[in-house]
């Protein structure tokens, strides 16, 4: 027979017919041929089957649809492969977290080690798809995210046709132009007829000889025709809403050419500072022309001139009394328990008097920024709280929205400010900051929007464009913001503030003087309207500031360096008390300080006496000239408000408008959207689980065993395998179960929450514990360390538990433990201790995952919890004692021992910190951990005490860099 033949035959036929074979060369042929069609075993993997649809699969018979094919999807594969998508393949080739570009199913790709729909990643057909880690998708295509054009990047990429200008892509044929006579130009310069001019060269108060528009020239400070007064000349048409109270002031309205005017003057004529139609500076030297001394320097201050409002509207004699015989108009309202409707109520009464008052000047009310809040531990009980307003809509910290970085949501911000301030008859807002907050122990930096100046720049002018109601500094339909705190309060000196005398110095070893003006002049090219100038001597700055004086008594600074070459045209406010602040001028009388401070080019006090300026003038240091030309300015700013023609509010809108549901929302939003997740990972290897235990939920699960079904002991938040996930939440309220004594913010939008569930198909119950004994995760909030801006004569540490390094008394070190304790507690109830007798304590539960959620007022030294500690031990004969964090030698230098992931939050509720930690509640297209680190987070107090204090993110190899933040 031929081989052919004997291949086609059964086996059992094959051993039949060997028996009667006895020739030796048949033999040995023979025996070749079973060697080939020899048996399936292990020992012959390709051997025959008996049963027909059988093969020979690793040396086993198998029916061959059992196998792994493009039908049966699910089928056997051999050793070391799996079935995937119809074919086998080795393990180690699928994607996964240690394979990155490993194999997907069909229609899948592999991004950052998971499988997504190839139609969901960036493309040209889908320009807002997925792109790796660390890359965005731009215009079609992913590019790395340091490389695009942005407020952190303004010299990146952008697409064909456009150019990276002020960082965002912008169409060439958009910017400042013949064609294109609005389109912008750089910072510090205005479009003037299609040319970019410095702003400083434009026709102004300081500036007589400065540029105007074709056709016009200036004229004493403003532009006009030649030969025309240009205070004559009617610059606005559409009739504003004029608002007089005349049945209690007896001031009534004027009908002048068909069109409605305000007769504040009460003289039943229209004077040029009633006629709503004119310059508002020339409406101003009107008024002051008319007005005695006392009346002009009674503008001169601003303070709590008129109290906190009263529950029924009566206005108290001490407040008639600052209206009417110190005639004061400029006035801050501390928010305390008055209503949004009991405030515009009162705020109408304090109106009315002064309506009635010679002149019917309005009174200018502002406020300190009060949308933004924080969590505090108290330092005795270690209970934590929030600052959050009852009166107001809470958004996160400034600081917040520049980890967001988005400017739409900045102006949101801004305007929702607007909308609340005006509803209850403030028209002034002390803020934004517009300081780079380069120095990290400084007391004050949740209040910048970060460390990148040009990202400053940009949020600085979202924010100002929100509060004043339109980017080119009109304000009659918004609040008027101040940009403080000039040249930039960030880079004091070893972090002290210069509220105290210890604090008095910004220093720049450096050089990085005018990196600090950056997000100052975007204030003044979106036009602010006022500008608060810090406390401090700007130190060894001979160019900018010679006279080596606090910055509001400065010539050099303000006038020529403010005003005459950045372009500043509008009101210097200065910070509360700043007389007494006059720092290298304490040997001079406060008087003579008064004088410098208008000489200088400021106008208005901060909380200080306006009878300084008085004194000033009777002793002769002071002169006509110097208190008409701050006395314009400030009333300036009123009439670019239109508060002469109606300062009057409706108390009905402020009940709707403060705290709407619409303003809520949104700032809830932010918070959340403002959350940086940093580490989300296990402290240690765990077989087949994943690395990382957030999002919290009770279905997700590592398939172990392929059988695309979870099983017992594959869920990956149910660390101790006992079919529940149970989370220990240590927050404001100690619950993942809100508290119904203590609704939150939007419980009435949203009702109470609860992120307990029962179990389901295939999904774990997710249920609150209050031990750590039974828990899988514990979810810890704690408060980075506090500063401190009053009296210190050091710079308070970043780390929980490090040494004040001065010699005065710092108060929140004490609170600052507390969280220490906390999170230390969690990592001796997993890993165990020894205590203070030498006892060894078990560990109550060593599958807990912890994690933090660290509030940011300034960023808290975390790399001891991060990295974990050497010893969690009490101290020898010291019960209940703790070991210090801020001890090098009790850091884990290697690092992976400690906390399971870390977030930052920048003022949050309860519900916003648990919608994130359970990835829920998602809003309109927008996505978690989307937000970034808008400084970085040093790894030790030792490297921020080397660090220069007017350098961006320069500290030595920090914990987390400038930018950093992940996903899920």
């Known amino acids: ?37 020899a048996a399936c075993s292990p020992t012959h993997p390709s051997g025959a089957c008996e049963t027909a649809g059988d093969i020979c699969y690793e040396g086993a018979c198998v029916a061959a649809d059992s196998l792994c094919s493009a039908t049966n999807l699910t089928g056997t594969c051999p050793s070391g492969t799996t079935c995937f998508a119809g074919g086998c393949v080795v393990e180690s080739e699928l994607c996964s977290a240690t394979n990155t570009v490993g194999v997907c199913e069909s229609g899948k790709s592999c991004l950052d080690g998971a499988c997504v729909a190839s139609a969901d990643l960036c493309s040209p057909s889908n320009t807002t798809g997925e792109c790796p880690d660390g890359a965005t998708c731009f215009f079609g295509g992913c590019i790395i995210q340091t490389e695009a054009c942005s407020p952190n990047n303004v010299e990146g990429v952008c697409p064909s046709g456009t150019v990276c200008f002020g960082g965002g892509c912008v169409l060439e044929s958009a910017l400042c132009s013949p064609s294109a006579l609005d389109g ?176 019917g000047i309005p009174v200018s009310i502002t406020a300190d920024p009060v949308h933004g809040f924080g969590l505090s531990t108290n330092a005795n009980s270690g209970a934590q709280s929030l600052s959050n307003s009852p009166i107001v809509t809470p958004w996160p910290y400034p600081l917040g929205l520049g980890a967001i970085n988005d400017a739409q949501t900045t102006w949101q911000y801004g305007d929702v ?49 929100g509060f004043q109601g339109s980017w080119t500094g009109d304000v009659h339909d918004g609040i008027a913001a101040t940009m403080k705190h000039f040249p930039g309060a960030g880079p004091d000196e070893d972090g002290k503030d210069s509220h105290s005398y210890p604090g008095r110095y910004n220093v720049y070893p450096g050089g990085y003087f005018t990196y600090h003006q950056i997000a100052f002049q975007a204030a003044i090219d979106v036009g602010v309207a006022a500008v608060m100038p810090c406390y401090s001597i700007n130190k060894d700055q001979w160019e900018y500031a010679p006279e080596q004086l606090a910055a509001a008594f400065s010539p050099t600074l303000i006038t020529d360096y403010l ?90 809108v402020a009940g709707t408008e403060v705290r709407s549901a619409d303003n809520r929302d949104a700032g809830f939003i932010a918070q959340k959207r403002a959350h940086v997740m940093l580490k989300n990972n296990f402290h240690e290897e765990t077989g087949n689980r994943p690395h990382r235990i957030l999002p919290l939920s009770g279905a997700r699960y590592t398939d172990a065993n392929s059988n695309s079904a979870p099983d017992a002991g594959e869920y990956d938040c149910d660390t101790n395998d006992d079919g529940v996930v149970k989370v220990y939440f240590d927050g404001v309220w100690d619950s993942i179960v809100a508290n119904p004594d203590a609704p939150d913010d939007v419980t009435d939008i949203y009702g109470e929450y609860t992120y307990a569930s029962a179990a389901e198909t295939g999904v774990l119950a997710v249920q609150p514990t209050t031990s750590y004994a039974d828990a ?23 780390s929980f538990d490090g040494a004040f390094p001065g010699t005065s008394n710092e108060s929140g070190i004490n609170a600052s433990r507390r969280d220490r304790n906390r999170i230390i507690d969690a990592l001796r109830a ?21 994690v933090v959620v660290m509030h940011f007022d300034r960023p808290g030294i975390v790399r001891p919890f991060v990295n974990g500690l050497t010893t969690l031990d009490e101290l020898p004969g010291q019960p209940g004692s703790y070991p210090l964090v801020s001890d090098e030698a009790n850091i884990n230098q290697a690092g992976n021992t ?55 993110a320069d500290t030595v190899n920090p914990t987390y860099r400038l930018g950093a933040g992940m996903a899920y």
């Open 563 to 652: 005003k005459n070459e950045m372009g500043f045209t509008g009101m210097v406010t200065a910070d509360w008390g700043t007389l007494g602040h006059g720092y290298n001028a304490e040997s001079i009388s406060t008087a003579q300080r008064a004088a410098m401070f208008l000489q200088a080019g400021s106008h208005q006090l901060g909380s200080d006496s306006e009878s300084n300026f008085q004194t000033a003038y009777d002793l002769g240091f002071a002169t006509d000239a110097d208190i008409d030309g701050a006395a314009i300015k400030v009333l300036e700013m009123a009439f670019k408000l239109g508060l002469f023609e109606n300062p009057y509010v409706d108390p009905a």
């Open 184 to 359: 912008p130009c750089e910072l510090g310069s205005v479009c003037m007829d299609g040319v970019c001019v410095f702003r400083s060269s434009l026709c102004s108060e300081t500036n007589h000889e400065g540029l105007c528009p074709e056709g016009e020239e200036c004229l004493a400070g403003i532009c006009g025709v030649p030969a025309v007064d240009p205070c004559t000349v009617e610059v606005y048409k559409d009739q504003p809403t004029i608002g007089v109270h005349t049945d209690v002031t007896t001031k009534a309205k004027l009908t002048v050419d068909g069109l409605e005017f305000r007769d504040a003057s009460g003289d039943g004529a229209l004077d040029v500072y009633e006629d709503w139609r004119l310059n508002e500076l020339c409406r101003a030297k009107d008024l002051v022309s008319k007005m005695d001394l006392a009346q002009k320097i009674g503008l001169l201050s601003e303070g709590s001139r008129v109290g906190s409002g009263t529950a029924d509207g009566t206005v108290p004699d001490n407040v008639r009394t600052a209206l009417i015989d110190r005639h004061e108009r400029y006035a801050l309202i501390r928010l305390g328990q008055r209503s949004a409707t009991e405030l515009a109520t009162y705020l109408n009464a304090v109106q009315e008097i002064a309506e009635g008052d010679a002149w």
């Open 830 to 850: 997993r890993d165990g201790y020894t205590d203070a007798d030498g006892v060894a304590v078990a560990p109550v539960n060593p599958n807990l995952r912890i």
């Open 417 to 465: 400010v607007r909308r609340e301030f005006m509803a209850m008859g403030f028209r002034w807002q002390l803020g934004p900051m517009a300081d780079i907050a380069t120095e990290p122990r400084w007391a004050r930096v949740q209040n910048t929007f970060g460390v990148n100046a040009y990202a400053v720049a940009t949020h600085t002018a979202a924010c100002i464009a």
């Open 1 to 37: 027979m031929k081989a052919s033949l004997w291949r086609a035959l059964p086996l059992t036929a094959l051993l039949l017919g060997l028996g009667g074979c006895a020739n030796d060369t048949e033999t040995k042929t023979i025996e070749t041929t079973v060697e080939v069609i």
């Open 776 to 798: 899988d995760v514990a979810v810890l909030r704690v408060s980075a360390r506090k500063g401190q801006y009053f009296g210190l004569d050091a710079g308070v540490p970043l």
């Open 898 to 952: 400690g906390i399971d992931a870390l977030l930052v939050e920048f003022g949050a509720i309860d519900r916003a910190v648990l919608d994130v930690l359970f990835n829920v509640n998602l809003p309109e297209g927008k996505t978690y951990l989307t937000a970034r680190l808008p400084m970085e987070i040093p790894s030790s107090d030792a490297a921020v005490e080397a660090q220069f204090e007017d350098v961006p």
